[in-house]
């Protein structure tokens, strides 16, 4: 249940960071200013939540109990992102270019990665050390 748990506060900050890079990104990238930058925000933020949640946790799940490979698993989770975008960029925006959200999938999928790596590497590691020196 703790792994779960870790998952999930990975996910998390993962939505918000990501979804804050691709609002900044949308904002310097246009040239009209209608949409205010916490509205594109909330936008951005409902739409990346499903996957990060439902995708990134479960795949993590799996690519961790199943991969010992660090590089191998960072493979699998940008391939598993920019193949898994599609289907969910084509539901919600149906003319969309899908090497484009190929790419955001992949994007976001890099980043989950590396969040999860640097909370295993220094932040879950230090509490596991911890608790086995009080046992």
Known sequence: MQV???????????????SLIFAVV????????????STLWMTFIILSAPM???????????YGKFIRSTLIRFICYVVTGAILIIPFSKYY?????ALRFAIL??????????????FNRYIFREQQSQKRKSS
């Open 4 to 18: 779960l748990s870790r998952k999930f506060s990975i996910a998390l900050i993962s939505i918000v960071i990501c």
């Open 26 to 37: 949308s904002i310097v990238g246009s040239k009209e200013y209608d949409i205010p930058f």
């Open 52 to 62: 990060f949640l439902i995708v990134g946790v479960l795949s993590s799940l799996i």
């Open 93 to 97: 925006f149906q003319d969309s270019d």
């Open 105 to 118: 999938g992949a994007c976001g999928a890099m980043l989950y990665f590396g969040i999860e790596w640097l």
